[in-house]
């Protein structure tokens, strides 16, 4: 692994939204004031958030699927970590849809859920590819 290994980063990414996540909660002004911006901030974010969502699913849908066509008993380390990284797409669009649902209700309960589902998800998935990368070799960046 390099030193600028792309998958030790997304593991920081993943703890680092989770510290930031947990030390944020903690003010409730904060998460109010994220969680019921003006109207119109609010509409344009559950936009956004619906839009990356479907387009993190259709990239997920892409990667299970170039997964898929691997034959039975020739996966290696390579096939192993597109199918990683498409489950990973697929918990980060529902980690978008929980932000948009939270902006869309004015609740900071689904921003939290949001924030917990793509730091949990970036972190498993950081270990599972490091993991994958080791026992295939190195094959899986």
């Known amino acids: ?27 409730s002004r904060f998460v109010e004031a994220i969680a019921r911006p003006p109207a119109l901030v609010r509409a344009a974010l559950v936009a956004v958030m619906v839009l990356a969502a479907l387009r993190l699913l259709a990239e997920a849908i892409a990667r299970l699927e170039a997964g898929r066509r691997t034959p039975p008993g020739s996966a290696d380390a390579h096939d192993m970590a597109v199918l990683i990284r498409g489950v990973r797409l697929v918990f980060l669009a529902v980690a978008a849809v929980a932000a948009a649902a939270g902006w869309l209700l004015g609740s900071p309960v689904p921003i939290v859920a949001a924030l917990l589902i793509a ?23």
């Open 1 to 27: 692994m390099s030193r600028r290994d792309p998958r030790v980063l997304w593991l920081i990414a993943g703890v680092a939204t989770l510290v930031v996540g947990t030390l944020a909660g903690w003010d």
């Open 119 to 141: 730091g949990v998800d970036v972190v498993e998935t950081g270990f599972l590819l490091l993991v994958v990368s080791v026992r295939g070799g190195g094959a899986a960046g």
